[in-house]
DNA sequence: GTTCGTGCAAATACTTTGCAAGTCG
DNA sequence: CGACTTGCAAAGTATTTGCACGAAC
């Protein structure tokens, strides 16, 4: 059984709520994908592998597991919202600002931020994702060669 | 004038693209903030200082602008989608899975997390955001009463 | 004058909600 | 059993699009 899994058997009775087939379905999902999915392709992969669930199902478990601190929401531009475990790693999503695409990346170390944080921050920290902005390496290829014959 | 006024009046004819008062306004509005507005304060605020302006070309403007890596666009649970401008301060984002509030953070270094990050990442890097998730202090104090109670 | 931008209204897409029936503990 | 969940259909929000008119260069 996975950290994920294990968590949410445990924290459920704490809260009063109930182990339910669509729920752990929604987390096997998750943990097989190893990376952010759509609210769309959430449904396509859970409807692939076992009865229907409905989509206010899957829009009210995404929201009870993120507020559990098992999930976490990310809105990426382009693809709507997304939904990912929040497990022990740094997350971070790499968003190019040009055609748009999502590349998903784990980190293991983050430096001296998190000691850094929790000295300004008032807060009790579960997990952390980072969004960066930029160009892709391909995007900025097209960039820069538009640029330089602007200038010729 | 501004760091992000001076890249609008820049970038915008590299682009073919026009400076309208509607754009400026956006700007402005931003700038004044200082933290992160929805596309409903955005409209509100842009209302109150000037001429209507209509809500789909505060959408196409709102993305133009992203695109232009002036602006970042965040979705932050029970806020809706929200916009900020991207300058040269990292922005955190403090969310809390109970309440769902948000707060807003600027921090002026980021220990080695940028050096270890290009190392990694193919990526022409625009501008970071870090989105923590957990409790702020007064559901945390809740959430730790309850759960002594429990125990109990 | 030509190209780009805006406003409006209509079309889409996305998300939430009420309620009866089904499940879990 | 009683409390919590689900599915369905309907309501509510949020976002995008087509097109005629107006503005920027």
């Not at 601190?69 to 709507?80: A, F, I, V, W, Y």
């Not at 300004?120 to 060669?145: D, N, Q, R």
Request: charged content about 20%.
């Amino acid at each position: 059984m996975t950290e994920q899994a294990k968590k949410y058997e445990t924290l459920l009775p704490h809260v009063g709520q109930r182990k339910t087939v669509q729920r752990q379905m929604l987390l096997q999902v998750l943990e097989e994908a190893e990376g952010h999915l759509t609210i769309e392709q959430l449904t396509e992969r859970i409807q692939s592998i076992s009865p229907p669930v409905s989509l206010s199902t899957i829009y009210r478990n995404v929201e009870l597991l993120t507020d559990m601190g098992l999930l976490r929401s990310n809105h990426l531009p382009g693809e709507g919202n997304t939904y990912e475990l929040a497990d022990e790693k740094f997350h971070v999503h790499l968003v190019c600002q040009s055609c748009h695409s999502v590349t998903h990346l784990k980190m293991h170390q983050l430096g001296t931020l998190l000691t850094d944080l929790v000295e300004i921050a008032p807060f009790h920290i579960g997990s952390l994702a980072l969004t960066v902005t930029g160009y892709c390496t391909s995007c900025w290829h097209h960039l820069s060669e538009k640029m330089s014959k602007r200038e010729a």
